[in-house]
Every structure is written in C-alpha cells, then in structure tokens.
C-alpha cells in the first residue's frame, strides 16, 4: 500500500518534460477515512474538484499550446492522487505533441482514471474539461456564498482539531443556513507546508452554534493532513457532533505548484459547486 512519505512530496525531483504517466501517485484514502470512523461506504458523496493552471503541450506544428484543466475526481474512488506527482505528471506534457487539445483531454481523463481506481477494476472516469486562451475572460473571481463566521470576535486557544466545540441546540426548530470562513488554514501532511483554504458549510438541522464551529475550525491551524482529508474530517465531526438532517461542506484551497484543490462532501444528491476561484487562489 503507497504510503505519504513514498510520494515526491518533500523530494528533490527531476522535471521531466516527456509525457509519462508513471509520474502519478496514488494514495490510498480509507487508511485517513477509518481514522475518523468511517468503515465501509461512508455517509457523503462529492468529489475533489482541482483546477491546474499551469498546462501546456506542442501542437503537430511544435508550436506550444496553454489552457486551464477543471478537474473532478469522485470521491467514491479507492485513491486520491497526491498533488505533486500530478505537478509533475502535468509537466510531462511540455515537450511532447499532441494532435488537438481534445486528445489532451482524453489522455488527461484516462491516466487520472486509472491512477485513483489502481488496484481496483475502474469503476468511473475522472472529468476533465480543458479552457484554452479565448475562454478565460469568463472566468471569475467570488467568495463563498454564506453568512460569514469571520465576523465574531471570539477568543481561540485550540489549534489542533477540537471537535468538542461543535454543537447544536435540537430544543431549538430546523433552520437551513450556510456558514462560511476564510480562517482554515491546516498544514501538509508530509512536508509541513501551510495550506490555506476558505470554507462553506451548508447544513438543514438544529442550529449549530456559530462561536463552536468557528472556534473549531480554527482549531486545525496546527493539524497536518491532506486537503481531502481535512474536509472529510469536518463534515464527520458536524455530522457526528451536530446531527444535522443535511450537510454539505465545501474548500477552496489556495493554489500550490500552478494546483489548487477543492473538496466537496455532501450528504445527499446535488449540482457540484461550480468551479470559480476565491480571490486568494
């Protein structure tokens, strides 16, 4: 089983210009899951939707080509890919032609699928949609949508996850909210780099104490984990801790090495979020 301190993360590390797939690392994701009580299917669905920045490729002519690639992985799959071999992986692309953005696309689309089911029979594709120069003045810059938690002056003193500060008044009617914050900020799991990231939470239920749950995720200043995982570990903790009837938590991630990554869980069926970059990233 691939191990976080297998990956290139923390590595010097050849940049090698010619597409090579082998470049991509898969880590598993159920050993992180079963530390917070998952075990068999867990009770979200969602993906991690990534956006790199930094892709190019030579047409049949030599000439470079440059887009944007939207990325989503489903959260269902075994493996996620850790972010710097897939830097790596994307800087393969340099020096090696292709003969449309289309088939850079599909290539992207088939080598992702494979990397996150390894060790499994696929079991659904990795969506890639490619932005080339002419579409980019539609993207746009956004903050979440949400009443934001940053507004209270609380007195923090966790900085490591303390999901004791989560509750919920059940005595109290449902009421359906979103709260948001650009206060998370977590670190890397292997080389200890800040991660800083804005989050959404989205919830139906009893009415979750908003001082708790700022001070909570507050909390994980300190804490070294992966970008996916720390989402999964906040909505499990306001699941388990609050008991809301409907969830959804949402990061947006600053971005590292030309990548940033954006995981989403949600509790039920829905539209993605879209893909629209914070101020930040």
Request: glycine share 6%; net charge neutral; with cysteine.
């Amino acid at each position: 089983m691939s191990q976080p301190q297998d990956s290139p993360l923390g590595k010097a590390t050849a940049y090698v210009d010619r597409y090579d797939p082998s470049l991509l690392f898969a880590l598993p994701r159920q050993p992180k899951r079963a530390e917070i009580g998952i075990e068999g299917a867990p009770p979200f669905m969602g993906a991690d939707l990534w956006t790199a920045y930094e892709l190019s490729w030579l047409n049949p002519r030599g000439k470079p080509q440059v887009a944007l690639a939207h990325i989503t992985v489903p959260c269902e799959t075994p493996n996620l890919v850790e972010s710097k071999s897939l830097k790596l992986y994307l800087n393969s692309f340099n020096q090696t032609v292709f003969e449309s953005a289309e088939a850079v696309r599909q290539r992207l689309r088939q080598d992702l699928s494979e990397a996150v089911w390894r060790g499994q029979p696929v079991g659904g594709s990795v969506g890639v949609r490619l932005l080339e120069p002419p579409a980019w003045s539609a993207e746009t810059v956004a903050a979440l949508e949400g009443l934001s938690l940053d507004r209270l002056d609380v007195e923090c003193a966790d900085y490591t996850p303390a999901p004791h500060h989560l509750q919920a008044d059940h005595s109290q009617p449902q009421v359906q909210e979103a709260l948001v914050s650009d206060l998370l900020k977590s670190n890397c799991l292997v080389t200890g780099q800040p991660d800083w990231g804005s989050v959404r939470i989205a919830y139906v239920g009893a009415p979750i104490d908003q001082a708790g749950l700022l001070r909570y995720l507050v909390s994980f200043r300190q804490h070294h984990e992966f970008h996916e995982q720390c989402v999964e570990r906040i909505f499990m903790d306001i699941w388990t801790r609050c008991r809301p009837a409907r969830l959804s938590v949402y990061a947006r991630y600053t971005r590292r090495g030309g990548l940033d990554i954006n995981p989403w869980r949600t509790s039920h069926p829905q539209q993605p979020p879209a893909s629209q970059r914070t101020a930040r990233q």
